[in-house]
């Protein structure tokens, strides 16, 4: 894999936002040939009691280090911890989207949307992804993946995602990188975390060959056990 990809993958995924996370990021085109390499996915591969396991500690680990409940959790209109598998299948039937169940579905995928399916603006979407607790099936985490992006693009997503996000959540906890884009004449990466005792919003470009790769994520940081 060319260092380029290499770092691309290193930046996309180094804010720890959660294992399920990883799923969408390692299902990029970018990607694929190093999933290939490895001998294909390990999560998609795992049971769903292993990936709940696996995401309560990520979600432990981060929530530890957070002081203060989230005023809102903002989550592209759909609800932590409350919205179910069924009414995500639903309106995925609404919409005519193509998605997929993975982990006995507890990970649901959805590939090549509009970003208007989940009230955004810019570039289409490549992956929407959605994660669920085993009990009650529930939801626990959102997150979009776009790639191919201009730096006009990107930066235009990443700064209205941004003041959004601000707004509803207050400053972030952590910023990462260059909020312009721009970084010569190494490849321009910029996050930026909301992380609180509840709940976690993360946003991240890093620029790759084809252009520039956006991820998002929304994530519950409670069990099923301690919000149900």
Known sequence: MKNGLKKGIAITTASLVGVTALVGVMHMPFARSFLMKVGGCPIVQATPEQLEQAQNAAATTRAASATEVAPMKPALGFVLEKTTADEVHAWI????????????????????LPASAVGEQGPDIAQLQFAFHIKPQTLRLVSTFRQNMSRSDALAVMQARGAELTRELGAPNKVYGQPTLHAEPKSAAYAVTYNFKDYLANTQAAELGSGFTIAEHYISQGTAEQTN
Do not use: R, W
């Not at 169940?101 to 507890?106: E, I």
């Open 93 to 112: 039937a609404s919409k005519g989207l193509t998605c997929s169940d993975d982990v006995g579905g507890s990970i649901i995928s959805c590939l090549n």
